[in-house]
């Protein structure tokens, strides 16, 4: 039988996450976890109809895997404070036990289906009792409630509640990068310092914060702001550069709201909007 | 019959495995099975399924068990022991907790609500296939065939029967309890149908190569 | 045990006249049957019955029968053996079952092991939203409500159904494999953890070039 090419479809964050670690365990022989952040990203990219549940999940673990790699690039880790370690190993470990469990129950859905198929080869007797004794059966529909029936009709009938009226999953990450660059422009003072952190202090959730951070990235790579850090995990120091203002690249800007860009940035906050 | 040894031992196997699909076969039957047909799964000649049949139920006879393989309706089907009815009666009187299987009632409550309906419709809206679902709501005489789509196929459409009604202690479909607003039209049915197909898909099939396992 | 030859014979002679009652009314019915129930029938301790079944199962597995007797969903219940599956499928066209999907068994898995819980929480295992996949699964029926959370929200809280323990040919959840069983090996808890790895020192299991994995 010819090896058989085929697309991966990966159902979950989880999934794609456990394929590409366990997979760089097979072609390399170190894990490397700069390049499962980068085949993540990309394998992220390729997706292209996202559903919004699974695009929030998907990001949500990007995003952890960019702080990791963030992390691990740093040069040193002296100064880190202790809260901030704790953090790290935290949100590190928490990933790795969902991670488990996602494997573990993989697994044992195999079994399951396993067992289906093995059960299916055989099958049970249905044909009741022959027929003096037939009728002699209590009539399964006796005393049974019509009120039953309509629960029975509204549990067949109901339509399949459409997944995209959900309001609780959109509110809180109702964020593009586009906006967030409009707005921290509003928000940065000219010639003024001003605190990343009091910048994502009001926002909303971890998302909106990640797209505040993306908006922040994108202005420093148009040169409209410049960006300093005085200790290692310390807070971001944004200033407004005045020359940049009026030369912000909107076609750049664009990309990461429009789908049908030809190079679509690594990490499309925007999925999660449409 | 046959002087030929190597002969003989072949075709005791073929016997024995005769014997064992006819077993299965007619075990799994709700009705009887006509011999014609078992002819043609064991591929021997009537006459042959015949023997075999009679051998069986020579066996089941001496070693006295509770079962018995009778010829009934133009086929062979197991029926219990007549020694032994009084124990399925009490059996069937008391002890069997008589119930319709969870899929069966939802169909059933399908067919009493949006009757008449085809077989196709029931499925689309239970995404699964109703087939056998069907055939026991229609052996227990719940549900009959009441017309035909007049449309393309000609599909069979189905109703229930006064027995339902009687049963439900129901004068008419008129007293059923109103199913209120949000029942869909044969539009969402369709729309569902589609939805159910889509939501059942982009699942790679469990052979598909997953995450290697470790 | 005893020295009355009588008594001896009189204990074989109820013996037999039990199976046959066992087998008379496992053939009759639609489900399996519970061991107390064929004990207040045959009048006899619910041990020996299953002693009994036991001894009747043997019987047919040795002699090669089409059927077997297995106890499933807490009872007995003749089914067709396995190996002559392709005998009966031919046959018996409407008995297959639609394919569950891959996602639809691992949500399962998660309803069998985690019962009772809710939809939430198994869509926080599975990093998905599981909605349509949960409703595929109360169609066929294997899975059903169970209750509410009496936490905030009172979600409802989902388990499996006796169809489950049906289809799986399990007689109870206690015949579940362990989940235990399926806990990642080392190895693979090494390569994840080393996926993840915050600091590039190397963990010192893992200074060793090579793959860990055999």
């Not at chain 1, 586009?178 to 509003?186: G, P, Y």
């Amino acid at each position: 039988m010819p090896y058989a090419v085929r697309t991966e479809v990966f159902e979950g964050p989880f999934d794609l996450l456990l394929h590409l670690i366990l997979k760089q365990e097979v072609d390399l022989f170190e894990v490397s976890l700069t390049r499962i952040v980068d085949a993540y990203i990309s394998e992220l990219e390729r997706m292209e109809a996202l559903d919004l549940d699974v695009a929030t999940e998907f990001l949500l673990i990007a995003a952890t895997l960019v702080e990791l790699k963030a992390r691990r690039l740093l040069p040193s880790l002296e100064d880190v404070e202790l809260d901030e370690e704790l953090l790290r190993f935290e949100e590190r470990d928490l990933l790795l036990a969902r991670l488990l469990e996602c494997k573990t129950f993989k697994d044992a859905a195999r079994a399951l289906e396993a067992r289906v198929r093995l059960a299916d080869r055989s099958l049970p007797r249905r044909a009741g009792p022959e027929e003096p004794f037939r009728s002699l059966a209590p009539d399964p529909l006796e005393r049974v409630a019509p009120s039953r029936l309509l629960a029975a009709a509204l549990r067949a009938l109901a339509p399949k509640p459409d997944p995209l009226v959900s309001i609780e999953h959109i509110a809180p990450i109702r964020a593009s990068v586009r906006e967030a660059v409009e707005w921290l422009i509003a928000q940065l003072p000219e010639s003024e310092r001003v605190s990343f952190r009091d910048l994502v202090r009001d926002a909303p959730s971890k998302l909106e914060a990640i797209v505040r951070f993306l908006a922040v990235l994108e202005l420093y790579k148009q040169g409209a702001v410049d960006i300093e850090q005085f200790t290692n995990f310390g807070d971001l120091q944004l200033r407004r550069l005045q020359e940049g203002e009026n030369a912000l690249d909107a076609a750049s800007l664009a990309e990461w709201d429009d789908d049908a860009t030809p190079r679509p940035p690594p990490v499309r906050a925007e999925a999660v909007r449409e | 019959m046959y002087d030929d040894p190597v002969g003989d031992a072949t075709s005791a196997l073929r016997d024995h495995e005769a014997r064992r699909i006819i077993e299965a076969v007619v075990l799994a039957a709700t009705d009887p099975v006509e011999p014609s047909l078992l002819a043609q799964l064991v591929e021997l000649p009537v006459a042959r399924i015949e023997e075999l049949c009679a051998e069986l139920a020579e066996e089941y006879f001496a070693s006295g068990r509770g079962f018995v393989l009778v010829r009934i309706a133009g086929g062979y089907r197991y029926q219990t022991h007549p020694e032994l009815a009084p124990y399925v009666e009490r059996f069937v009187l008391e002890g069997q907790h008589a119930r319709l299987s969870g899929p069966a009632f939802e169909t059933l409550a399908i067919v009493a609500y949006k009757q008449p309906i085809s077989r196709g419709q029931i499925s689309a809206i239970r995404g699964v296939d109703v087939e056998s679902v069907l055939r026991t709501l229609l052996q227990r005489g719940y549900v009959e065939e009441v017309g035909r789509d007049p449309g393309p196929g000609n599909a069979v459409l189905y109703g229930t029967t006064r027995e339902f009604l009687e049963r439900l202690g129901l004068d008419s479909l008129a007293s059923l309890p109103p199913l209120g607003d949000f029942v869909p039209g044969p539009e969402v049915v369709e729309s569902l149908e589609r939805g159910l197909r889509v939501s059942d898909q982009p699942v790679p099939s469990s052979d598909e190569p997953g995450p290697a396992t470790g």
